[in-house]
């Protein structure tokens, strides 16, 4: 008994963090998917949504308004506006001036465009953690008091939830809405679109916009769950997030979903039954293996040479 | 409709075309014929906007468009087909069609967000649309199929159909014919015609399949090493002696 709830709460921990990570894995993936680029300033877009909600929180306290459902929610939109902007912004600076030239240029664009971010941010609040408040408190717990009990937070069930409602949101609109469609229909064939008269631009946009909505969502849930942020909070994340899109084959939305619970859980679970400085070993291990094994990833499809 | 005026395209030192001259009036099929390799397919990206030619005018209702992006010459009304199929292959059949109307549809994404009655109007029109033209080429029960899995020549008819639904004037069919057997191409020669007899769309083809060609064209142009040879009708070309010893060789 006391095994199992061990278990189930490395379980809990391990799809608290992987959610989350699948949140920032979507945009990586969905960039990736259309224009065959990695977007490394990602992991700041996350960040930065991490501190727009925790500013946003601040302020909300100053002007005294104590109603949490109300704080979280002006929380979430100011994140998700500043960091979709900043997401289009990228794509707008770093990639589409130099796009359709050699591989590596965007590639280092982005580099240079993720330093500016960190360092902006270091700039503008201080390279110093800043605590972030703990909004949502209290657990249910299951088990004997005096034994190990199976605690399961309020704040790990938001993410949960909020996570699944994102994911149902995003699965409805690529599948069903107009733009959806176009969105998948470049990253099939981008020229063909092009030539059928979709505005290519406003969709690879619209791609970088929904990646970054998605990591700000991501920003103020893992901001709340570590109740800390500082200027390298989206470095770590970031690798973590891209690893978990590659290990669930990048390009494809169902696999960042799998890739980063798989990623969280492994994770949760080497921290507790090996020790927690190995986690990250035996994540990135995961990625060369993946990479050594099945480069598609778990669910990317076998890039077929177009004739 | 389109008039292309001494086009030549230099690759380096490759000269791929060579003063060629071309024009399709209204309600016309024009064919360009001529070697492997004779430059035809390159003319056809010229003329589409994949290539900015090196020289020449291509006129498309009396408006210069050479050098222009290819999204903008499409929007003026001229749609292609490439030699391969390309296809949205992991899209349904019937996806196909509805986001080669995208450009049609309402562009407010707050519309579509609310469902207003105008979007769903929308949306329905295009949806009929798609069913007709599906109807038209024989692909209506095959709607929800997942387009890359479909026969080839029924992959053929659907790109027809998807260039089709953007309301073209001017249709380029880049060897259409290509792989199909003979009772596929006689379908497909059915329904080049009726394109132009019942839609009023003029047609610019590439094609190796003589007896096509010879059946639905107009008017004919071979080209051969990227130079024009002949142009004229079906039985002008026929009968042309540069054609015949460019095609035979010399006796």
Same mark, same amino acid.
């Given at each position: 008994?006391?095994?199992?709830? *061990?278990?189930?709460?490395?379980?809990?921990?391990?799809?608290?963090?992987?959610?989350? *990570? &699948?949140?920032?894995?979507?945009?990586?993936?969905?960039? *990736?998917?259309?224009?065959?680029?990695?977007?490394? &300033?990602?992991?700041?877009?996350?960040?930065?949504? +991490?501190?727009?909600?925790?500013?946003?929180?601040?302020?909300?306290? !100053?002007?005294?308004?104590?109603?949490?459902?109300?704080?979280?929610?002006?929380?979430?939109?100011? +994140?998700?506006?500043?960091?979709?902007?900043?997401?289009?912004?990228?794509?707008?600076?770093?990639?589409?001036?130099?796009?359709?030239?050699?591989?590596?240029?965007?590639?280092?664009?982005?580099?240079?465009?993720?330093?500016? =971010?960190?360092?902006?941010?270091?700039? &503008?609040?201080?390279?110093?953690?800043?605590?972030?408040?703990?909004?949502?408190?209290? @657990?249910?717990?299951?088990? +004997?008091?005096?034994?190990?009990?199976?605690?399961?937070?309020?704040?790990?069930? !938001?993410?949960?939830?909020?996570?699944?409602?994102?994911?149902?949101?995003?699965?409805?609109?690529?599948?069903?809405?107009?733009?959806?469609?176009?969105?998948?229909?470049? @990253?099939?064939?981008?020229?063909?679109?092009?030539?059928?008269?979709?505005?290519?631009?406003?969709?690879?946009?619209?791609?970088?916009?929904?990646?970054? @909505?998605?990591?700000?969502? +991501?920003?103020?849930?893992?901001?709340?769950?570590?109740? @800390?942020?500082?200027?390298?909070?989206?470095?770590?994340?970031?690798?973590? &997030?891209?690893?978990?899109?590659?290990?669930?084959?990048?390009?494809?939305?169902?696999?960042?979903?799998?890739?980063?619970?798989?990623?969280?859980?492994?994770?949760?679970?080497?921290?507790?039954?090996?020790?927690?400085? *190995?986690?990250?070993?035996?994540?990135?291990?995961? =990625?060369?293996?993946?990479?050594?094994?099945?480069?598609?990833?778990?669910?990317?499809?076998?890039?077929?040479?177009?004739? | 409709?389109?008039?292309?005026?001494?086009?030549?395209?230099?690759?380096?030192?490759?000269?791929?075309?060579?003063?060629?001259?071309?024009?399709?009036?209204?309600?016309?099929?024009?064919?360009?014929?001529?070697?492997?390799?004779?430059?035809?397919?390159?003319?056809?990206?010229?003329?589409?906007?994949?290539?900015?030619?090196?020289?020449?005018?291509?006129?498309?209702?009396?408006?210069?468009?050479?050098?222009?992006?290819?999204?903008?010459?499409?929007?003026?009304?001229?749609?292609? $087909?490439?030699?391969?199929?390309?296809?949205?292959?992991?899209?349904?059949?019937?996806?196909?069609?509805?986001?080669?109307?995208?450009?049609?549809?309402?562009?407010?994404?707050?519309?579509?967000?609310?469902? $207003?009655?105008?979007?769903?109007?929308?949306?329905?029109?295009?949806?009929?649309?798609?069913?007709?033209?599906?109807?038209?080429?024989?692909?209506?029960?095959?709607?929800?199929?997942?387009?890359?899995?479909?026969?080839?020549?029924?992959?053929?008819?659907?790109?027809?159909?998807?260039?089709?639904?953007?309301?073209?004037?001017?249709?380029?069919?880049?060897?259409?014919?290509?792989?199909?057997?003979?009772?596929?191409?006689?379908?497909?020669?059915?329904?080049?015609?009726?394109?132009?007899?019942?839609?009023?769309?003029?047609?610019?083809?590439?094609?190796?399949?003589?007896?096509?060609?010879?059946?639905?064209?107009?008017?004919? $142009?071979?080209?051969?090493?990227?130079?024009?040879?002949?142009?004229?009708?079906?039985?002008?070309?026929?009968?042309?002696?540069?054609?015949?010893?460019?095609?035979?060789?010399?006796?």
């Amino acid at each position: 008994m006391q095994d199992l709830l *061990y278990f189930s709460q490395q379980l809990v921990n391990g799809l608290t963090i992987g959610s989350a *990570y &699948a949140l920032i894995a979507i945009g990586y993936t969905m960039v *990736y998917g259309i224009i065959g680029m990695i977007n490394f &300033a990602h992991g700041e877009i996350y960040m930065i949504g +991490a501190y727009t909600a925790l500013i946003a929180i601040t302020g909300l306290a !100053t002007l005294g308004v104590a109603w949490l459902p109300v704080i979280l929610l002006v929380a979430l939109i100011c +994140a998700v506006i500043v960091s979709s902007s900043m997401g289009w912004a990228v794509e707008r600076v770093a990639y589409r001036p130099v796009r359709g030239r050699h591989r590596l240029i965007p590639l280092i664009s982005a580099i240079g465009m993720s330093i500016f =971010l960190q360092n902006y941010v270091h700039l &503008a609040q201080g390279s110093r953690n800043i605590g972030f408040p703990a909004l949502i408190d209290g @657990s249910f717990r299951f088990g +004997a008091p005096e034994s190990f009990q199976l605690s399961l937070s309020y704040m790990q069930i !938001t993410i949960f939830i909020t996570t699944l409602i994102c994911m149902t949101l995003l699965s409805l609109f690529i599948s069903r809405s107009r733009i959806g469609r176009a969105c998948r229909a470049v @990253s099939q064939d981008l020229g063909m679109a092009n030539l059928l008269g979709i505005d290519t631009n406003r969709i690879i946009s619209a791609t970088f916009v929904i990646g970054a @909505s998605l990591a700000a969502v +991501a920003g103020l849930l893992l901001g709340m769950y570590y109740g @800390s942020v500082d200027p390298l909070f989206g470095f770590i994340a970031g690798l973590k &997030a891209f690893t978990a899109a590659v290990l669930g084959g990048i390009g494809s939305i169902p696999g960042a979903m799998l890739g980063g619970l798989i990623l969280g859980v492994s994770e949760s679970m080497t921290s507790g039954y090996l020790s927690g400085e *190995y986690k990250d070993v035996v994540s990135f291990s995961l =990625l060369i293996l993946i990479l050594l094994f099945k480069p598609t990833g778990l669910l990317g499809k076998p890039e077929v040479e177009k004739i | 409709m389109l008039e292309v005026q001494d086009l030549s395209m230099r690759f380096g030192g490759l000269l791929a075309v060579d003063g060629v001259h071309l024009d399709v009036q209204n309600h016309e099929i024009v064919s360009v014929i001529g070697p492997n390799g004779a430059g035809k397919t390159t003319v056809f990206n010229c003329v589409s906007g994949f290539y900015k030619p090196t020289g020449g005018k291509i006129l498309f209702e009396g408006k210069e468009v050479q050098g222009k992006p290819d999204y903008k010459i499409s929007r003026l009304g001229m749609v292609r $087909t490439f030699q391969h199929v390309r296809l949205f292959g992991q899209m349904s059949v019937v996806e196909n069609l509805l986001v080669a109307q995208h450009r049609h549809l309402n562009t407010n994404l707050l519309s579509g967000l609310l469902k $207003t009655p105008d979007y769903r109007s929308r949306e329905k029109r295009s949806l009929d649309k798609a069913a007709y033209w599906l109807e038209r080429v024989g692909l209506l029960e095959l709607a929800n199929r997942e387009a890359g899995n479909l026969a080839y020549g029924q992959q053929r008819r659907l790109e027809i159909a998807r260039c089709m639904v953007t309301e073209p004037k001017l249709l380029m069919l880049d060897e259409p014919a290509a792989g199909l057997n003979p009772a596929e191409t006689n379908d497909l020669n059915q329904l080049i015609m009726s394109l132009k007899e019942d839609y009023n769309v003029s047609v610019l083809l590439i094609e190796h399949d003589m007896s096509l060609v010879m059946d639905i064209s107009d008017r004919i $142009t071979v080209i051969n090493q990227g130079r024009p040879l002949a142009s004229g009708t079906p039985d002008d070309v026929r009968q042309n002696d540069d054609v015949i010893k460019a095609y035979l060789g010399e006796a």
